[in-house]
Nanobody, 123 residues
Framework: KVQLQESGGGSVQIGGSLNLSCVAS?????TAWFRQAPGKEREGVAI????????YYADSVKGRFRVSLDNAKTTATLRMTRLKPEDSGNYYC???????????????????WGQGTQVNVSS
């Protein structure tokens, strides 16, 4: 397991942009972003795999969000653009020690979680 620390959340207007960062204390095979709105289940947003650089996204964010790793591969950044009210929620960073792209959005693929950072999108 690794320790994960998110940052970058906040309030933004509809159509705005926001960057979230996740710093890992050690090696992660894949780093993902999940989100959870009040009263809803936690859902996968995006993942990036360290070795291949492959990325996968939830359909609801494709074309608007982009996940990347820095050169040291310790910080994963989620660039969120054209934000909508339904993007609001608590965003969590998660790390997986396995390569399982087909099931990347399954919560049980992850053994490390951050504390979360809040994103509010409003008019």
């Amino acid at each position: 397991k690794v320790q994960l620390q998110e940052s970058g959340g906040g309030s933004v207007q509809i159509g705005g942009s926001l960057n979230l960062s996740c710093v890992a204390s050690g090696y992660t095979y894949g780093t993902a972003w999940f989100r959870q709105a009040p009263g809803k289940e936690r859902e996968g947003v995006a993942i990036i795999y360290r070795g291949t650089g492959a990325t996968y996204y939830a359909d609801s964010v494709k074309g608007r969000f982009r996940v990347s790793l820095d050169n040291a591969k310790t910080t994963a950044t989620l660039r969120m653009t054209r934000l909508k009210p339904e993007d609001s929620g608590n965003y969590y960073c998660a790390a997986t020690p396995w390569s399982n792209p087909r099931n990347w959005a399954d919560l049980d693929q992850y053994d490390s979680w951050g504390q979360g950072t809040q994103v509010n999108v409003s008019s």
